[in-house]
């Protein structure tokens, strides 16, 4: 039972790849309203109503990070409800990690599709690709290839 | 593409006010850098040279930046594999 809650990063990455519907491989999402404020700035991915989600509320007091609003509260509902963080955003990452919140990004979310019988090995490793060449992800063309041979020898 | 292409090209060289095979130039010798710090970057993490000759091609920041990403892609995969 994997429940997730996500900031804007993965549902904007994903959905820059066409992928944004392998979000409901976690077995339950939520999303701040924060973070769907920060989507409705821009445009929320209409692929989005396609997918289960809850909107919740975060109480984000005496958190104490530097965080954007959106991964801010993100981060608040993971540890309140000791929920899988994702995100994309590495000083995110490692807020969550200084906190003992379980964090991962869409990388982890293709991999999770791949084992999950949602994607083929071959399409999530394409995926990976389309994450580092057609979206703002973090991640350097030879890390991608790095995790990309980390799926293949599984 | 190639439209974009020539499109930002012509538009970079009129906002700077210099000849656009300038700004080809330019492109060129920053897209090669990208391929050169990906080819060092990769042959570092395949453990094909070590740290210290990789800081000496790029840069510790980058080295070190690579690092973090590796250490969170591998977090990723395990992650996406055992769940």
Redesign the interface.
Known sequence: MILAVADAGPIIHLDEIDALALLSVVDELLIPQTVYQELEAGMVPPALETIEYELVESDTTGLGVELDPGETAALAVASERAAVLLTDDLAARDAANDRDVEVHGSIGILVLASTRGELEKSAAAELMRALQTETSLFVTDAVVEHGISLLDES | MATDLTERVQEIAEARGIPESEILEQALERGVEDLW???V??R???DDIDRETAINLIGRDRVKR?E???Q????????????
Do not use: C, H
Request: a negative charge; proline letters at 0%.
């Open positions: 710090v990906d080819l970057l990769s570092y993490i395949d690579a973090q990403e590796v969170v892609v591998e977090d990723d995969v395990r992650w996406g594999l055992n769940a």
